[in-house]
């Protein structure tokens, strides 16, 4: 099972990305974690990644589909994955897609998390008043007015992500403002009996 987790920072995909994996026992890949390992074990992409990020520069989406690529070889992923937070962009999804084909292989399931971006704001308010009160550090992340930057970004350029996938038959929504035991259980139903990975 190949499955691309959509949807808003704070919508909750990291969550339930690990009950996924431990359901289906599939790694769940992160591009961030990727980028890191390639350039300490030194691979070729590895290599290019860091001359870029040395000049200061952001990694291109050839260089970080290069690193999924390399990453969907190991032996975890032979059985699928989990992408999380990527593609970000069309035009990250139409080369995840190339290079997907280039290898006989394809997406399973694309779940878009739908949520309430005010009722989200507030949580994240919420949380960085508990925390607070709890007397540990708040992530800068969890900054109401920084929350509402990363949602921008978010429309701004992953929009257009969930109508590509939504033409080729493989998105599915989730209503990611229900608890998240009920959110599992909706992921669970989609997976098994509309993408038919059971």
Known sequence: MRLILLGPPGAGKGTQAQRIIQRYEIPQLSTGDMLRAAVAAGTEIGKRAQAVMDAGQLVSDEIVVGIVAERIEEADAKRGFVLDGFPRTLAQAEALDRMLDQKGLSIDCVIEFKVDEEALVGRIARRAAETEAAGLPVRKDDNPEVFR??????????????????????????????????VTQSITRVLDEECGVA
């Open 149 to 182: 930057k990363r949602l921008k970004e978010f429309r701004d350029s992953t929009a257009a992500v969930a109508p590509f996938y939504r033409e080729r038959g493989l998105l599915h929504a989730i209503d990611g403002m229900q608890p998240v035991d009920t």
